[in-house]
Nanobody
Framework: QVQLVESGGGLVQTGGSLRLSCAAS????????MGWFRQAPGKGREFAAV????????YYADSVKGRITIPRDHDKNTVYLQMNSLKPEDTAVYYC????????????????????WGQGTQVTVSS
């Protein structure tokens, strides 16, 4: 059974920082690209960031570029989302997803690309 478990969400003031974690069971991490998405109330699931299996390539949505990073730790089977300079519009449930990475330069930015999802963690940014 593949499992992704997010943690690290919470309430933070505008301008603050949070680091989300996504711990994966072994098969969901080996050879998989890992992505972070977010979903605000009444909206669809929105791409935020993705990191390739190799860890050498990342891609970010324009809305978060320059404010977040997506490092991964292969030893811990964990991917992170480091978020800085948070804004009220960043308020959402954040989900991590795992997508079998076939290499090349393709970045997986659509929710339908992903094979597995975590349960989500709530991030609330107060103004």
């Amino acid at each position: 059974q593949v499992q992704l478990v997010e943690s690290g969400g919470g309430l933070v003031q505008t301008g603050g920082s949070l680091r989300l974690s996504c711990a994966a069971s072994g098969r969901a991490f080996i050879g998989y690209a890992m992505g972070w998405f977010r979903q605000a109330p009444g909206k669809g699931r929105e791409f935020a960031a993705v990191i390739k299996w190799s860890g050498s390539s990342t891609y970010y949505a324009d809305s978060v570029k320059g404010r977040i990073t997506i490092p991964r730790d292969h030893d811990k089977n964990t991917v992170y989302l480091q978020m800085n300079s948070l804004k009220p519009e960043d308020t959402a449930v954040y989900y991590c997803g795992a997508k079998r990475d076939w290499g090349g330069t393709i970045y997986y930015t659509a929710p339908s690309d992903y094979d597995y999802w975590g349960q989500g963690t709530q991030v609330t940014v107060s103004s």
